[in-house]
T-cell receptor
Framework: ETGVTQSPTHLIKTRGQQVTLRCSSQ?????VSWYQQALGQGPQFIFQ???????GRGNFPPRFSGLQFPNYSSELNVNALELDDSALYLC??????????????FGPGTRLTVL | AQRVTQPEKLLSVFKGAPVELKCNYS??????LFWYVQYSRQRLQLLLR??SRESIKGFTADLNKGETSFHLKKPFAQEEDSAMYYC?????????????FGKGTLLTVNP
């Protein structure tokens, strides 16, 4: 069984640029959630994807967007990067059957630095 | 709005001593509470959830709705327990699996 993987591991961008982060969900999982973890903070929910559609969103502006693909992998896109976007971005996958969710499994994260 | 508070950023104990990591929550509905742990150079992983009422690696946590708390306890700390611990809350009635995390407590168990 393959765990959640994320790419790239590290990324450096400048203000105003755009970035795409990728996540491969664990085998058998159909739901992907993205979290932002700023330094010294706990993870903060960005949004969740289920069956290729956004299924809940946290308090993040529209320049944070995402996709989920038929194989349940996912992308997080951030436009017009700001310095405060510097953080560790975590992806978590889980399996959902109807209204029932199972445990979320986290990936290792992508460290984004915005200069 | 739901909120999770972990009042201690750092907690240091000696091996064999009892340890308690505090977690308080603010939520109007019926929450599900979790403890997640992150060991050095490892990914975030679930330690335990209140609905399971289980003990994992000697840790237990009881949900106290009157005090809105979900403190994590272990009677005898081990050096391998040193890690970052996060308390998290999920809206049990929500249509998605959104977790709200506290800021975390770094536990150091000294030899």
């Amino acid at each position: 069984e393959t765990g959640v993987t994320q790419s790239p591991t590290h990324l450096i961008k400048t203000r105003g640029q755009q970035v795409t982060l990728r996540c491969s969900s664990q085998s058998g999982h159909n739901t992907v959630s993205w979290y932002q973890q700023a330094l010294g903070q706990g993870p903060q929910f960005i949004f969740q994807y289920y069956r290729e559609e956004e299924n809940g969103r946290g308090n993040f502006p529209p320049r944070f967007s995402g996709l989920q693909f038929p194989n349940y992998s996912s992308e997080l896109n951030v436009n017009a990067l700001e310095l405060d976007d510097s953080a560790l971005y975590l992806c978590a996958s889980s399996s959902r059957a109807g209204a029932s969710y199972n445990e979320q499994f986290f990936g290792p994260g992508t460290r984004l630095t915005v200069l | 709005a739901q909120r999770v508070t972990q009042p201690e950023k750092l907690l240091s104990v000696f091996k064999g001593a009892p340890v308690e990591l505090k977690c308080n929550y603010s939520y109007s509905g019926s929450p599900e509470l979790f403890w997640y742990v992150q060991y050095s150079r490892q990914r975030l992983q679930l330690l335990l959830r209140h609905i399971s009422r289980e003990s994992i690696k000697g840790f237990t946590a009881d949900l106290n709705k009157g005090e809105t708390s979900f403190h994590l306890k272990k009677p005898f700390a081990q050096e391998e327990d040193s890690a970052m611990y996060y308390c998290a809350l999920k809206d049990s009635g929500g249509s998605n699996y959104k977790l709200t995390f506290g800021k975390g407590t770094l536990l150091t168990v000294n030899p």
